[in-house]
């Protein structure tokens, strides 16, 4: 489903954008599965933004069991075949649903991180972050191209900036890429809707507000090529996943009723 030079320009940059992806009926899917996720929001929702501020940037996790939209997406869309050819990989296993919301007006940014040091996982992931609004490039999340080739970066909680998951010091610090923007390669685009951004677990990118009078709704989903595996963290990973640690053992391959094969089906 993606050309060669995409596969290889993925696994230069760690980052790629396949336009046109999603057909208007899926897109329909994730805008009622969104709508019912902003009317009930689970125990893992989170307000990102500050009561300050004109906006609000809210997220949810892992509704793809309850809601049926999402899972369709996730599970039976072309997402995960994208995902597995992107990786190089036989296999897609869905890791996770991510809903991802700023209001019309948000302030609050989204700093620079990674996402792989936050996760009970080790190998290769991948996530297709797929707006349902258009996205100007002002708004539009900014990627580091070939970060993911470097070391893990050290995690911080984006409100206060607390090392929370791993000591401090023990990982090599985001550097302040914003104080010199030309210094690394910065990919961000315009999008439309239908088009979807796929990136490496462990690609530096960071987010802007939403100057902008419109929402922005995404459903980002995860997907764990095959070689990936379990690993326990010492620390609480976003997302917790309850009781998995009863069940899967240091190392083993994410085999489980939490983690489906969405590619091949």
Same mark, same amino acid.
């Given at each position: 489903?993606?050309?060669?030079?995409?596969?290889?320009?993925?696994?230069?940059?760690? +980052?790629? #954008?396949?336009? %046109?992806?999603?057909?208007?009926?899926?897109? *329909?899917?994730?805008?009622? %599965?969104?709508?019912?996720?902003? !009317?009930?929001?689970?125990?893992?929702?989170?307000?990102?933004?500050?009561? &300050?501020?004109?906006?609000?940037f809210v997220e949810d996790f892992c509704r793809w069991a309850e809601i049926d939209e999402i899972g369709k997406v996730a599970l039976r869309s072309g997402v995960p075949r994208v995902a597995a050819e992107l990786m190089d990989s036989p296999t897609a296993r869905f890791y996770h649903d991510h809903i991802l919301v700023k209001e019309p007006q948000t302030k609050a940014p989204t700093p620079w991180h990674q996402d792989q040091p936050y996760y009970n996982v080790h190998g290769r992931g991948i996530?297709?972050?797929?707006?349902?609004?258009? +996205?100007?490039?002002?708004?539009?999340?900014?990627?580091? =191209?070939?970060?993911?080739?470097?070391?893990?970066?050290?995690?911080?909680?984006?409100? &206060?900036? @607390? !090392?929370?998951?791993?000591? *401090? %010091?023990?990982?090599?610090?985001?550097?302040?890429?914003?104080? &010199?923007?030309?210094?690394?390669?910065?990919?961000?685009?315009?999008?439309? #809707?239908?088009? #979807?951004?796929?990136? &490496?677990? !462990?690609?530096?990118?960071? !987010?802007?507000?939403?100057?902008?009078?419109?929402?922005?709704?995404?459903?980002?989903?995860?997907?764990?090529?095959?070689?990936?595996?379990?690993?326990?963290?010492?620390?609480?990973?976003?997302? *917790?996943?309850?009781?998995?640690?009863?069940?899967?053992? @240091?190392?083993? *391959?994410?085999?489980?009723?939490?983690?489906?094969? =969405?590619?091949?089906?």
């Open positions: 489903m993606v050309s060669d030079d995409a596969v290889s320009a993925y696994a230069r940059d760690g +980052v790629v #954008v396949v336009r %046109g992806l999603m057909t208007p009926s899926e897109i *329909e899917l994730i805008t009622v %599965g969104i709508g019912k996720v902003l !009317a009930d929001h689970s125990p893992a929702s989170i307000v990102a933004s500050g009561p &300050d501020d004109p906006g609000q996530s297709a972050w797929i707006p349902i609004d258009p +996205v100007p490039k002002d708004g539009s999340p900014e990627f580091w =191209a070939g970060s993911h080739l470097g070391p893990w970066r050290l995690p911080r909680s984006f409100l &206060d900036r @607390e !090392a929370k998951w791993f000591p *401090e %010091g023990t990982l090599a610090e985001i550097p302040d890429i914003d104080a &010199d923007r030309s210094r690394y390669d910065i990919r961000r685009w315009d999008l439309d #809707v239908g088009d #979807v951004i796929f990136f &490496d677990f !462990a690609t530096v990118h960071s !987010a802007p507000g939403f100057p902008f009078d419109h929402r922005r709704r995404v459903l980002s989903l995860r997907y764990l090529s095959a070689d990936a595996r379990y690993t326990q963290r010492p620390w609480k990973t976003s997302p *917790e996943f309850p009781g998995l640690s009863q069940e899967l053992a @240091e190392g083993a *391959e994410l085999d489980h009723p939490y983690f489906p094969l =969405a590619w091949p089906r």
